[in-house]
């Protein structure tokens, strides 16, 4: 199995631009998972899916922030417009529907919004 | 809501010796799962280790152990025979049964061990 797959692996934007991060979980996992990784605030989850839907979003910083799961195979986080501060790495996970199950993380993207 | 605290951000250890990272959590449920994940310079989250809180054998993996205290809500990571291919940054995290899937995750300690 390839793993989580994350793209890009590195982006560099200006502040304002729109930044569209993508992610393809493992086959036959139910769940994944949206992190961001800062030297600040650490690891935090900033949204999950299960069978595709959002079930937890308290996590997402604010509107600017969004989310989709259109099918069991793709996700995307998108971030318009970005800021500064949305600069950090951001890891897509994965796992099955299952809480014993752990997760599998995808390689990450960092972002640098200058 | 869970926590998970790692007291120590740095730990050093010479090659072939052994060290335990330590790591501490709170929570309501009676039922969950811990977990510690490597992360090396390549910022890979990696799985070492998982324990089921209803197990009471604590989990081993070749050169890692844990000791889990459900009573004192701690678990410590043992790794024997320190290789310098385990410098890393350690994180220690939870799942509640009850809480859904997400995983809490503690601060992280970055592990050096030196030649």
């Known amino acids: 199995d390839a793993g989580v797959i994350q793209s890009p692996r590195h982006e560099v934007t200006e502040m304002g631009q729109e930044v569209t991060l993508r992610c393809k979980p493992i086959s036959g996992h139910n769940s994944l998972f949206w992190y961001r990784q800062t030297m600040m605030r650490g690891l935090e989850l900033l949204i999950y899916f299960n069978n595709n839907v959002p079930i937890d979003d308290s996590g997402m910083p604010e509107d600017r922030f969004s989310a989709k799961m259109p099918n069991a195979s793709f996700s995307t986080l998108k971030i318009q417009p970005s800021e500064p501060r949305d600069s950090a790495v951001y890891f897509c996970?994965?796992?099955?529907?299952?809480?014993?199950?752990?997760?599998?993380f995808g390689p990450g993207t960092r972002l640098t919004v200058t | 809501a869970q926590t998970v605290t790692q007291s120590q951000p740095e730990m050093s250890v010479q090659e072939a010796e052994t060290v335990t990272l330590s790591c501490t959590y709170d929570?309501?449920?009676?039922?969950?799962?811990l977990f510690w994940y490597k992360q090396p310079p390549s910022r890979q989250m990696i799985l070492v280790i998982r324990?089921?809180?209803?197990?009471?054998q604590n989990a081993t993996e070749n050169r890692f152990s844990v000791n889990f205290q459900k009573a004192a809500k701690s678990f410590s990571l043992k790794i024997s025979d320190s290789q310098l291919g385990d410098t890393a940054m350690y994180f220690c995290a939870f799942r509640g049964v009850t809480s859904g899937s997400r995983l809490t995750f503690g601060e992280g300690t970055q592990l050096t061990v030196n030649p």
């Open positions: 996970a994965s796992s099955p529907y299952r809480s014993s199950y752990e997760q599998y």
């Open positions: 929570t309501s449920e009676s039922n969950y799962y």
């Open positions: 324990q089921e809180a209803y197990k009471q």
